[in-house]
Every structure is written in C-alpha cells, then in structure tokens.
C-alpha cells in the first residue's frame, strides 16, 4: 500500500508530468526555428547586427505566436471537455435507465459477472457526482487531471520557446564576422538538441544516445533547409 502511494505521488506518474511535452516542444521549436531563420538570413546578409535584430525578432515574434496558439489551443479543449460534461450530467439527469445501461455494458465487456456489474450499477449510482465523474472517465475518457491550465501551458510553451532560441543567437550577440558565428551557432545549437533529447528520456526512459541523435537529425535537417533558402535568396536578389 505504501509502494502504490509513493508510485501514484511521484510527478513523473501523474499528469503533472506532461509539463515536459510542452517544455520538450517548445525548447525544440524555438532552437530549431532559430537556427534554420539565422543560417537563412547569414547567408544572404553581411551585417551580423542585421542579422541579430532579425533573429531577436523571430524569436519575440515566435514565443508570443507559441504563447496564444497554446493558450487558445488548450482552451478549446477544455471548452469541449466542459460542454461534454454538462451533456453528460444532463443525460443523467433525463435518461438515467439509459446511462446505467451503459454502465453495465462497460462492465459486461470487461468480463464482469451479471451479480458483479448490477452491483457496480448500483454503488456508482448511488452519489451523482461519483456517477458523472465515472462517465467522464469511462465512457468520454475524460479524466479532470486533463484539464490544463490554458495560461499555464501558453506561458512555458512560450518561455521555452525564448529558451531555445537563444543558443542559435548568442554567437551573433559576441562575434563580428556573421559566417563564423554562424558556424558556431550551429555547432551550440546541435550540443543544445542533444541535450535537449538526452532531457527529453528522464521522462521517455528511453536510451538516451538516440533520443539525442534524433533531435539532432532533425535540428540538422531545418538548419540544412535555411541554409538552402538563403542561397536560393541571396542569389536572386
């Protein structure tokens, strides 16, 4: 009993845990933005300033554009989840034969014995809110630890959007040559998705040397991709 309490109060085995998806994401979004935007603009500017202010402004534009799509994406889904409750509470209410139906079918199809499920029926029924809340769970697959916080989740996505954003610019904030700080920016923001996917296995447990390598795959693919653009611009300008 012990054990299962210490299992269901650690963070990583309760929903507090999915902070790391918006963390892990928007520290990847801003850092692979980042680098792809200024490997993109170097090579079609020479002035590393420029080229700074322009990537200052990606990442300001970036974080509050990652800050309103999360929040208003969060938002709606616990405006549905809500609207789904309220039906379902209203379905109770009208049709309660109908809805103990469903739960005898919940349990009929889980290998319940007929003795066993009417006497589930009939304990869950017995107390309104523990009969919504299990259909919540059971037959929406709605459970209330899902109910993010919209200004929560749009304030991390959007600082950990700023935060990976800025290895990629921190060489254009103490270097001269825009070429050399590019490369150094590559170089920073690769350690920093490796990192980022060494990060990402404290919650995955998955091997670390390969969440590592496919972040960086991917980091390496979006940096490839600005730099292709910026050719394409600075020849055609």
Known sequence: MDYLKKFHDEDWHTPKGRIIREVIFGVNDGLVTAIGFVAGVTVSMADIRAVLLAGLAEMVAGAISMFFGAYLS?????????????????EIEEMPENEKEEIREIYADMGFKADEVEMIVKRVTSDKKLWVRFMMREELGIIEETFDDPLRVGAIMGISFVIGSLPPLIPYMVMDNPMTALKVAIVTSL???????????TVTKGSWVKSGIEVVIIGSIASGVGLVIGKIVSLIV
């Open 191 to 201: 350690i920093f998705l490796f990192g980022v996917g060494i990060g990402k296995t």
């Open 74 to 90: 969060t938002k709606s889904q616990r405006e549905f989840f809500d609207n789904e409750i309220k039906r379902e509470t209203r």
